[in-house]
């Protein structure tokens, strides 16, 4: 299975920024395409991003404008730089393939976001 690491959450006000962190032990990494998803309290998960193995991405309507998905293959990594954080992308984030498939990369505990004000 495999190992996921998220990190980079924390409470921050809004109109401020954040970077996420993805390390997954994914094989091979470099032809994955991987989203970064998010669930707030109370709602289903959602998927936020997407980069492809060649570099194309994709944003949900929420996060396009102030979100930027990218990715790392030699450290098997992917980020998420938030900007213009909003009350509403208060939720924890959690990366895995995309689609999603958990029997071989089940969900990790993710990163919390916190957006005040």
């Known amino acids: 299975q495999v190992q996921v690491v998220e990190s980079g959450g924390g409470l921050v006000q809004a109109g401020k920024s954040l970077k996420l962190s993805c390390i997954a032990s994914?094989?091979?990494?470099?032809?994955?395409?991987i989203g970064w998803y998010r669930q707030a309290l109370g709602k289903e998960r959602e998927l936020v991003a997407v980069i492809h193995s060649g570099g194309a991405t994709y944003f949900a309507g929420s996060g396009k404008g102030r979100f930027t998905i990218s990715r790392d293959n030699a450290k098997n990594q992917v980020f998420l730089q938030m900007d213009s954080l909003k009350p509403e992308d208060t939720a924890v984030y959690y990366c895995n393939s995309y689609p999603p498939f958990a029997a071989a990369w089940p969900w990790g505990q993710g990163t919390q976001v916190t957006v005040s004000s």
């Open positions: 994914i094989a091979p990494f470099d032809i994955s395409a």
